[in-house]
């Protein structure tokens, strides 16, 4: 992890969040619209056809993409997202997910997050954010 909690919000908002911990998600690096965090597939992460379950691949793009979306200024959240599924994720997998800045405008932004494995592409995630006022 980068940062410290004293001076970096995005190490506060990924040492408080529960969620992305439970499901093992480690935060890399991030800054500048930019963030990367990883993910193993365990045995209660897989579905009845034995591949990840699709909203546990999603909610690793979505911890790289609050990163990314963070590491800009003031405080922002998800103004809405969709995946697209390209390979299966199984067992065992490493999956690394780089949520990158495309565009913003105004409090909005528009982040793009690859989920590979290997290298290989898993998932492509399009998020929309929106900056609060502070």
Known sequence: MVGDRQSDPVAAMIESD????ALGIVVDSWGDGR????MTVRPDMVNGHAIAHGGLVFCLADTAFAAA?????APTVAAGAEVT?????????????????RTSFG????????????GDVIAEFRGRSHRLRT
């Open 69 to 73: 979306c963070n590491s800009v200024g």
């Open 18 to 21: 529960e969620a992305s911990r």
């Open 107 to 118: 409090r909005n932004g528009v982040y793009d997050v690859t989920v590979r494995r290997d």
């Open 35 to 38: 963030a990367v965090a990883r």
């Open 85 to 101: 599924f390209v390979a299966p994720a199984r067992l065992g997998d490493e999956l690394e997910a780089t949520a990158v800045l």
